[in-house]
């Protein structure tokens, strides 16, 4: 099916969703009950530019830690592709940017997007786990959608080293409010979010992205 623009696509999973009697709350943002949440934290990450080539998807959490334009472009086919999710041991949810600089409408829309599209997978059978990915501190509802003390996966790559006092209270916030049993780090750990994860007594893992696995693999056959 051809999707003219993502305005047409939020309608469309929105309505999608509705008949199927999903959950939406106040904010008009869908909700997701405990039971579509995988609760067990993963060990393989795959990113979603691979939704096709992925060896072993069975094994692996299927993540959109990706450039938006990578993510439009699978966006723009989830219904045609909504099978190949499935395949996956679970979804670490769409990660359509919501930058701070931006329009509040604007990342508004991108965070409803992009749980939509989530909900749309998790209609289809899959489990997700979420990703901590809001905007600014007007945009902490968002959080509301998920319930209290579930996994989360969180994507670090394209992220500056060191983190603004505003990223970190930020980060912060979403601790508190959300109160996961485990976070799962794509990507470096920064030292900041290491550190205040020790503090709030989140239990979390470092998962290799898959560029840098990628390479590591190749230089062990260059060795063999």
């Not at 939406?24 to 530019?49: A, D, H, K, S």
């Not at 990915?133 to 209290?148: C, N």
């Not at 205040?196 to 898959?210: F, H, I, L, R, S």
Request: proline share 6%; with cysteine.
């Amino acid at each position: 099916m051809k999707i003219k623009n993502l305005y047409e696509l939020a309608i469309l999973l929105r309505s999608k969703l509705k008949m199927a009697k999903w959950p939406f709350n106040r904010y008009g943002f869908p909700v997701f009950p405990r039971e579509v949440i995988l609760e067990e934290p993963p060990t393989l990450i795959e990113p979603i530019q691979r939704i096709r080539c992925c060896k072993n998807p069975n094994e692996c959490l299927l993540c959109s830690f990706a450039d938006d334009v990578l993510i439009k472009r699978r966006l723009r086919c989830i219904l045609d592709e909504i099978k190949l999710y499935g395949k996956f041991k679970g979804f670490g949810g769409f990660d359509l940017s919501p930058r701070i600089r931006w329009s509040f409408q604007r990342q508004k829309f991108n965070i409803w997007l992009s749980q939509l599209a989530t909900a749309f997978v998790a209609l289809s059978g899959q489990k997700i786990i979420p990703n901590f990915r809001i905007g600014d501190l007007q945009t902490v509802f968002a959080l509301e959608s998920y319930p209290k003390n579930i996994p989360y996966v969180v994507g670090t790559l394209g992220c500056s080293k060191r983190m603004t006092p505003l990223h970190e209270f930020i980060f912060k916030t979403k601790l508190l409010i959300t109160r996961p049993s485990h976070l799962t780090i794509y990507g470096p750990l920064r030292e900041e979010c290491e550190r205040m994860m020790v503090k709030q007594g989140v239990d979390y893992n470092v998962v290799t992205d898959y560029r840098t696995r990628s390479y590591a693999q190749s230089a062990q056959r260059r060795e063999i």
